[in-house]
């Protein structure tokens, strides 16, 4: 089983930026993907930014897209999303996920807040 932990949460100002940790352990040769997605009151988990572990491989949702970038060190099981010009509506709480070929795996979310 995989276990995910987030941090790099928090309050920012509209412009700001932020850099969000995701540091995987368990069964951790297993996973092909990880992603971010986000969930802001009231509404549906969304997708952020996967990455294909092996290839580096990524994609976007269009809203983060020139101003999110995910990223990954292999050494650290570590998936990072560095988040730029961030903007009222990206406020949500954040969850990593790890895709194993039969599971996904959640971590407990961390919250960020773009407000001035």
């Known amino acids: 089983q995989v276990q995910l932990v987030e941090s790099g949460g928090g309050l920012v100002q509209p412009g700001g930026s932020l850099r969000l940790s995701c540091a995987a352990s368990?069964?951790?040769?297993?996973?092909?993907?990880m992603g971010w997605y986000r969930q802001a009151p009231g509404n549906q988990r969304e997708l952020v930014a996967t990455?294909?572990?092996?290839?580096?491989?990524?994609n976007y949702a269009d809203s983060v897209k020139g101003r999110f970038t995910i990223s990954r060190d292999v050494a650290k099981n570590t998936v990072y999303l560095q988040m730029n010009s961030l903007k009222p509506e990206d406020t949500a709480v954040y969850y990593c996920?790890?895709?194993?070929?039969?599971?996904?795996?959640w971590g407990q979310g961390t919250q960020v807040t773009v407000s001035s």
């Open positions: 368990g069964s951790i040769f297993s996973i092909y993907a």
């Open positions: 996920n790890a895709d194993e070929i039969l599971r996904r795996s």
């Open positions: 990455i294909i572990t092996k290839s580096g491989s990524t």
